[in-house]
C-alpha cells in the first residue's frame, strides 16, 4: 500500500505492529538477562563494591582495603531485582533494535534526502549510547559510589547500603549516561533541520556550560566538586563535539541596496 493513500487507522496498524516487535525483542533479551544474571551479576553489577575493581586499582587515590556490603530489607527485593536488573539489561542490549524499529515506522514520512544520513545517525548514535554506559560503569558511578559510600559524618555511624538504593542509582545512572551521550547526535539532528549551526552554538557556549553543570548536578547526587567534575567533563567534551558535527552557517547574501552600489562601482582599467 501507498503511504500516501494510508488512512490514520492504517498508520496505526503499523505502529501496533512496530510495538510488537519491540515487546518480542524485549522479551527475548530478558529472558536471556535473567538466566545470564546469577553469572554476571556478582562479578559485573556489584563490581564496583569490591576493593579489587579494576578502577580502584589503577588510581592511587583510592584506598586498598575498601569494602561495602548490600544489605536486603524486604522479603521480595532480591526476586524484584533479578527481574527489574534483567528488564535494564534488555533495555541496554536491545537499544539498537529498538531504535531501528521507530526509525522504519518514521522513515516513510520523509524525503529521500532527508532519509539518506539515517546510516551515519544509527551508527553514530548506538556507538555513542554504548560508550556513555562504559564510562559511566568505568568511571562516573565509582566514583560517586566511592565518595558516597565512604563518607562520614561521624565515626559513630556505619553505612549500611540497601540493596534497592545501590542498584537505583546504578540502574539509572548507567542508562542517563548512555542517553546524554546522544547530545551530539541531536545537536547534528538540529542542525540538518536548519534549527542551529556552528556560529549558534559557538556563541552561546557560556550559557551551554551552566546548563550543563546544572544537568551534571542532576544526574550526580553527591554535591562534592570533584564527581561534579568528573561528570560535568564527558558533557561538555559532547557540546564540543556537537560543534565539530555542526554544519557551518550559510554566507548571508548582500542586501539588493549592496548589489546595486556594487553595479554602479566603475571597474578601474590600467
Request: charged residues 15%.
Amino acid at each position: 500500500m501507498d503511504e500516501k493513500s494510508m488512512s490514520f487507522w492504517d498508520h496505526l496498524e503499523v505502529f501496533r505492529g512496530s510495538l510488537v516487535r519491540i515487546v518480542v525483542v524485549l522479551l527475548v533479551f530478558m529472558v536471556i538477562s535473567f538466566i545470564a544474571m546469577p553469572y554476571i551479576y556478582t562479578p559485573v553489577i556489584l563490581g564496583p563494591t569490591h576493593g579489587d575493581f579494576f578502577l580502584y586499582r589503577l588510581l592511587p587515590i583510592f584506598k586498598p582495603d575498601f569494602s561495602c556490603e548490600l544489605i536486603n530489607i524486604n522479603v521480595a527485593s532480591q526476586f524484584m531485582t533479578h527481574v527489574t536488573t534483567s528488564f535494564w539489561l534488555a533495555l541496554v542490549l536491545s537499544f539498537p533494535i529498538l531504535i531501528w524499529e521507530l526509525w522504519k515506522f518514521v522513515s516513510p514520512a520523509l524525503y529521500k534526502n532527508e532519509s539518506r544520513p539515517v546510516g551515519f545517525a544509527f551508527l553514530f548514535g548506538t556507538g555513542m549510547f554504548y560508550l556513555g554506559c562504559l564510562i559511566s560503569y568505568c568511571i562516573i558511578f565509582p566514583f560517586m559510589f566511592r565518595f558516597l559510600t565512604e563518607y562520614e559524618l561521624s565515626s559513630e555511624i556505619t553505612n549500611q547500603i540497601n540493596l534497592n538504593s545501590y542498584m537505583h542509582n546504578f540502574l539509572m545512572m548507567i542508562f542517563v549516561i548512555g542517553l546524554v551521550f546522544e547530545l551530539p547526535l541531536l545537536i547534528w539532528v538540529l542542525s540538518k533541520l536548519g534549527i542551529i549551526d556552528r556560529s549558534f552554538l559557538r556563541k552561546y557556549r557560556r550559557h551551554a556550560i551552566v546548563i550543563l553543570l546544572v544537568l551534571a548536578a542532576i544526574i550526580t547526587p553527591s554535591g562534592d566538586p570533584f564527581t561534579l567534575m568528573v561528570t560535568f567533563t564527558p558533557l561538555y567534551l559532547l557540546y564540543e563535539l556537537g560543534i565539530v558535527l555542526a554544519r557551518k552557517p550559510e554566507p548571508e547574501e548582500p542586501d539588493e541596496d549592496e548589489k546595486e552600489e556594487s553595479d554602479k562601482t566603475p571597474v578601474k582599467t590600467e
